[in-house]
């Protein structure tokens, strides 16, 4: 019995370094151009360094600091365990975006973020610039989203203090809803203006998702055009959660070469698994697919503080008995480890068709 129990103490005490961050994360601010309009676009940063966070950092939504006591602050800002423009550690990292859901901005899933930070990446975020368009559809979602992703890798690589830091041939990205979209299209997926509407036609049951938007939505899709090219060969992996998935035929999401790591919402009544998460693990040719129980469309953002709760309203609610803090603690490790896995020289890049075509329960 006694080298049973001192057999589960070793193996906590394994789990818990392993578990333990392997950096201190810094954090702060750039400005990127918006390709398609010039406009600048906020891009916040997240990147590991060896200097001691001495306290907490509030930032607002709007990314300025909350100068108010702690115990205000703590109501109506986002709170961060970083230390603001601190130096970067020394050694190479991979870099990962993450692309937020239509209407959102850097700081939600700033929880993932740091988690990323504090095992080697740097990670940015942009609030995504509207561009011609609002920010359900129309070019500037279309175009602009998956462009200003390729503008932050640019702005990554080139920051003087970032820049020489960064392992090139390792850089992901992270999206959720229409950040899904964008993920996908820099990994090689061309949509199809059209797809929408088809869908929307084949599926009137699907109420919420053709909704989405109303009419000006549809409207703005219809009058899109031909698309440029927008995949980045520089994007090797990518995750998407509750993603936009409709928008790509599905000889369109065939052509995906690298690996897709997909985590839909069981309880998702806006990209409703069947049409999205699913279609995904049967078309994507290297994916793995993770159907998480219980949980709703905005159940990947981080959560709210409190005050904020009333404001984000649907985005910080999940359905009854759903755990967003448990759920995030497994799933940003998860993230860390598919993108140690999929990024590394020589790492487990997931072999064409090798995986289960369906969403495992998670």
Known sequence: MIRVL??????????????????????????????????????????????????????TGALTLCRLPTIL????????????NAPVATGGFGVIVISHVAGGMALLHRDLAITLASQG?????????????DDVSGVGVWVGRPKQISSVIDAVLGDG????????????????????????????????????????REHPDDTNFCGFGGAATRKAAHEIGQLPELRDARVRAVVVMAPNAVRFT?????????PVLVYAA???????VQYHGERLARTVPRVECVLVKGAGHYSFVTSFPSVLRIIAGEGARDPDGFDRD??????????????????????????????PRSCRPH
């Open 73 to 84: 602050c703590r109501q109506i800002a986002y709170e961060m365990p970083v230390a603001p």
């Open 161 to 200: 203090a970032l820049g020489t830091h960064v392992e090139r041939e390792r850089i992901g990205v992270v999206g959720h809803s229409n950040g899904g979209y964008t993920a996908l299209a820099v990994a090689g997926a061309r949509p199809t203006p059209s797809a929408e509407g088809v869908h929307c």
């Open 121 to 133: 990446y740097v990670v940015a975020a942009p609030t995504h610039a509207r561009g011609r368009g």
């Open 250 to 258: 599905d000889e369109a999401l065939a052509k995906i070469t690298v």
């Open 326 to 355: 448990a759920f995030h603690q497994v799933r940003n490790r998860e993230i860390v480890e598919f993108f140690n896995r999929t990024l590394r020289p020589g790492g487990d890049a997931l072999a064409m068709g090798a995986q």
């Open 266 to 272: 069981e309880k998702d009544d806006l990209t409703r």
């Open 6 to 59: 001192g057999l589960l103490l070793l193996l906590c005490l394994a789990s818990t370094v392993e578990a333990a961050p392997s950096w201190n994360v810094g954090y702060r601010e750039i400005t990127v151009q918006d390709p398609l309009t010039g406009e600048p676009f906020p891009v916040v940063l997240w990147y590991p360094t060896t200097l001691a966070v001495s306290a907490p950092l509030f930032v």
